[in-house]
């Protein structure tokens, strides 16, 4: 997994996914919400284990850009303002393997704190 290298990153704004298509056949549809509430940041993620900062409110997030970083990563730029994860090759590549465990993960961590979900803004 260390060395799997992307061959093709598509922003799908209107179904508002990052679909990333990996050398070894997989392809993955990532949700933009799923990439903000798992972004690599320290604002998500803390600066160490037990110090993750669960994310609220993020199903309108939109990304405005994939910017490239050197030839291991992207930036993500949400219209919320976040831009300061970088999501290398081998991130993104667990985040699709990982994506039903993750969302599964997250879903359960908002309900814990009797969070509910809005429905996505038609067209948005």
């Known amino acids: 997994m260390n060395s799997v290298q992307p061959v093709e990153i598509k922003l799908r704004s209107r179904s508002r996914l990052l679909e990333v298509a990996f050398e070894d056949g997989q392809r993955f549809e990532l949700p933009f919400e799923y990439l903000r509430v798992y972004s690599p940041s ?24 994939v910017e490239p970083v050197g030839q291991y990563a992207v930036r993500l730029v949400f219209d919320d303002g ?43």
């Open 42 to 65: 320290a604002e998500v993620k803390g600066h160490g284990p037990g110090q993750e900062v669960l994310q609220f409110g993020k199903e309108d997030v939109r990304i405005k850009s």
């Open 82 to 124: 976040h831009d300061t994860g970088l999501f290398t090759w081998k991130y993104l590549y667990e985040l699709g393997v990982e994506q039903a465990e993750k969302w599964r993960d997250y879903l359960q961590r908002l309900e814990g704190y009797g969070y509910i979900r809005k429905p996505a803004a038609p067209g948005s």
